[in-house]
């Protein structure tokens, strides 16, 4: 198991009341609800961030997509979007 730290942090007193009802309806308590959505938005923040450095980098070195390309996509996901 990590080794865990205490972080104490302000919630307006309506967030505070919608984590507890969560708490309460999921048998866990405050504290590990809290940590586990901190826990899910910093892993989707860090890959979001990855992937944007990795998108910057490919334009930085001219690798675009051809118009072809984009417009063999756009029409695979028209096509599945009906």
Known sequence: MAE???LTLRLDSK???RL???SKATQRSRSFVAAEAIREY???NEWQIG???KALGEADRGEFAT???VQR???KW???AR
Do not use: G, W, Y
């Open 78 to 80: 028209t096509r599945r």
């Open 15 to 17: 967030l505070k009341d």
């Open 51 to 53: 992937e944007i450095r």
């Open 42 to 44: 910093v892993t989707l």
């Open 20 to 22: 507890d009802r969560l």
């Open 73 to 75: 996509t756009r029409k």
């Open 4 to 6: 865990s730290a205490v």
């Open 67 to 69: 118009p072809q390309e």
